[in-house]
């Protein structure tokens, strides 16, 4: 049976007659037909005793970024937060966080990927030790409701025009970007105003916070105002990318440091390790589809492995003293220039080891290797009118 054009489906917006269908003489959508739960519960909202604790100061730039998003935010102005890899975007958002918790509002902490959400919700519930911190991702929903909940983005479905004040982190990665449906949930879980994160936002939405009753607030420094480490690039043919990985590996064992070495696709992740551990001891490779994931990394920032082949699942969320980047394949074209932000981003995060190797390695420069160095380079620019 044919769908009209004219309907537009209430969860996600979706008008294209390929994703709708008919059953039974109703219209159903097929794009978010996989979406189906418990719903969260709209509580009574009363003011509460907020506790932020942290162990740390938030810099100059950090406090007047943090007092500006609760002003946007008390004048009824979406905020995007455009701040550099370690410039603490996630602590800049504490104090409207604790406002609207204070106010008795619902509140949100929204990101693309599971293993973000649990590493952020550990975070908050130690800043909020007198509140409810939840988390809310795949397998582990049984609980909607708190004074702050940390979820996937997949998740905001449950929560159908329900959050006074929602955050959003990382909101150029996938698969965030560029899912409609997933955008759809965000919008649809609004009802106040939002806070939208990001290193690298592309050009439209920069312009779309550009317009009345929005602002855009940027942060070109990271907190320990040091320089971001900038890429270097290395042109090898074929076998002479491995053989440069392993020289600097063993290098960087002898010298005791960490490196995380990225690769564009599952089977690159597996073939290379293949080769690495034959030269190279104490490593392992990880990638979505490795069953010990979680395992595996948790290993890694122990310290027990000195190397880590991985895919785009550590591009974000990664914050390891002392750690080495190096991207092989840096020109296969999943690399464009905000992917190799992100992960040259993995570098000299702690202020105690600000400094760290950043190696873009392949067959031919990119553009977006150029763009991502020239972007990087630009930043540290601004570390001379810092005091």
Request: net charge positive.
């Amino acid at each position: 049976m044919n769908v009209g054009t004219s309907f537009v489906c209430p969860r996600c917006g979706n008008f294209d007659p390929i994703y709708l269908g008919v059953k039974n003489g109703k219209t159903y959508c097929r794009r978010c037909i996989g979406f189906h739960g418990d719903m969260a519960k709209d509580l009574p909202k009363s003011h509460k005793t907020i506790k932020l604790d942290l162990s740390y100061s938030l810099s100059k730039e950090q406090q007047e970024l943090s007092n500006k998003i609760i002003a946007n935010f008390k004048a009824g102005i979406d905020t995007l937060v455009y701040a550099v890899c370690g410039s603490g975007k996630t602590e800049i958002s504490y104090g409207v966080i604790a406002y609207a918790m204070s106010m008795g509002m619902n509140v949100g902490f929204a990101l693309p990927r599971r293993d973000v959400v649990i590493e952020l919700y550990l975070r908050l519930r130690d800043a909020f030790p007198g509140n409810s911190v939840i988390a809310v991702y795949g397998q582990h929903n049984s609980k909607l409701e708190g004074d702050c909940i940390i979820l996937t983005t997949h998740q905001l479905y449950r929560y159908d025009h329900y959050f006074d004040l929602l955050v959003m982190d990382e909101i150029d990665a996938f698969p965030f970007k560029g899912d409609p449906t997933l955008i759809a949930f965000f919008h649809a879980a609004m009802r106040g105003h939002y806070v939208m994160m990001s290193a690298t936002p592309s050009k439209e939405v920069i312009q779309e916070f550009q317009k009345p009753g929005r602002d855009m607030l940027c942060l070109r420094t990271r907190y320990h105002k040091k320089p971001i480490p900038v890429p270097k690039t290395v042109l090898r043919l074929g076998p002479l990318m491995q053989i440069f990985v392993i020289r600097r590996l063993l290098d960087y064992r002898r010298s005791g440091k960490q490196c995380l070495v990225f690769v564009p696709t599952v089977n690159e992740a597996e073939s290379l390790y293949g080769v690495l551990r034959m030269f190279v001891p104490q490593g392992h490779y990880v990638s979505s589809k490795h069953v010990y994931r979680k395992e595996v990394i948790e290993t890694f920032k122990k310290g027990k492995f000195r190397y880590l082949v991985t895919t785009a699942v550590l591009e974000r969320g990664v914050t390891i003293r002392d750690l080495q980047v190096i991207v092989f394949k840096a020109n296969d074209e999943i690399y464009d220039a905000a992917a190799l932000i992100q992960i040259a981003g993995r570098a000299g995060r702690k202020a105690d080891a600000p400094e760290g190797d950043v190696f873009f390695v392949a067959e031919k420069e990119s553009e977006g290797m150029k763009d991502a160095i020239k972007e990087i380079s630009y930043c540290n620019t601004f570390l001379q009118s810092v005091p």
